[in-house]
């Protein structure tokens, strides 16, 4: 829904309500609620009254991209401004050659059943849970964005972006997105520019940009946070902070191996081997499979890639 439509700075802004964008986040935020302390008592709420639904969403994590795959994938421009309703219409109609053009960005592959699987959650969840959580967002959010749109017009919209973030930055020509790296623009590049709000985008700061167009997306909290630092956060970093684990890390880096083998090229037991292999688990950082009669452990270096954006996120 376009509730305003100006030029500044050679720049199309467009304020927009966007359904779609807020239910998938919505989701991402019930797929990991550890994470989104300012939604923590929302999702417990959900969770209380639909557990059978919320642990299907989490079920689906790793073939949705956390339920990202339509907002963060190519046809986001193509869908960004349908309602709900519409967008679960044409989910529905594409086949599964179109279902994986979509979804290849992210690596997945997914046979009918599995894409049947996502539609009927999908649906669900909007008919369930939030249909009724939409009645409330769409007026709340819209009278929000109709304040944010006078302020734009009265800063521009350079100076209305950098109070988007703290880690997203306007530096004379570029616009700088702190994430697990810097991302620079050009602003000479940027076209348009779709303004929105959100009650679940926090603490990311959301990052879409393609054919010139950027969405930039201001936080909107509605509950306190109950913790200052997220649970997960400490076990990571707990599990980091220890000689031994940092060693068996080391030796992971360089392949799979199993508990016997890294209790040989360690000098240490079994049983201190699996102890701390037990920590690394806990925190994510492992992920362990059988060989025949044996355990085998992988370490997932793409948790130590995202360990700033993390820190970042958590003290930001």
Known sequence: MVLDKFEDDNVEVVFVYLPVWEMFFSMHVLADSEHHLYRRRWAKRISEKEPDLVKSIIDLNEATAKWLFVIDGPKWSQMRQMEIEELISNLQKMNIY????????????????????????????????????????????????????????????????????????????????????????????????????????????????GDGELEMVKEVLTEQAEDDIPNHCVLVFKALGDHTRLKIIKLLMQGTLTTQEISLKMGISEAGVSKHLRILNQAGLVRKSMKGHYVEYHFLTERIDFIPYTFYEMIM
């Open 98 to 209: 179109q279902w994986n053009d979509m979804i290849e960005y992210t690596g997945q592959r997914m046979e009918i059943d599995g894409r049947d699987a996502v539609i009927r959650v999908i649906k669900e969840y909007y008919e369930r849970v939030f249909m009724r959580e939409e009645r409330l967002l769409r007026p709340y959010l819209a009278r929000i964005m109709q304040k944010e749109r006078e302020v734009c017009r009265r800063l521009g919209i350079w100076r209305w972006c950098e109070g988007i973030h703290p880690r997203l930055l306007v530096e004379g020509d570029c616009l700088v997105y702190r994430k697990d790296r810097e991302y620079r623009y050009q602003k000479a590049h940027v076209r348009r520019i779709y303004a929105m709000a959100s009650t679940f985008v926090n603490p990311h700061l959301w990052l879409y940009k």
